[in-house]
């Protein structure tokens, strides 16, 4: 297995501090349309076994505003 850097993180990674509270500057339908396009996308070039891509394309399916 991978060797761990000094915080329990996989060696070369890097510790990504966690979101403030606060609230969105763009509503979630105006973007959501650019996102759903990308992961159609990634759906369409990354290699996903043909058992799981019913599943992942129901989950974004689930995001729709």
């Not at 369409?44 to 599943?55: A, R, T, V, W």
């Amino acid at each position: 297995m991978g060797r761990e850097g000094g915080e329990g993180l996989p060696a070369g990674s890097v510790a990504v501090p966690a979101p403030e509270g606060g609230s969105s500057s763009v509503p979630y339908r105006e973007v959501y349309a650019d996102y759903s396009e990308e992961a159609g996308a990634a759906l369409d070039s990354s290699y996903i076994p043909l058992g799981m891509k019913q599943y992942v394309r129901d989950y974004f399916s689930s995001l729709e505003p």
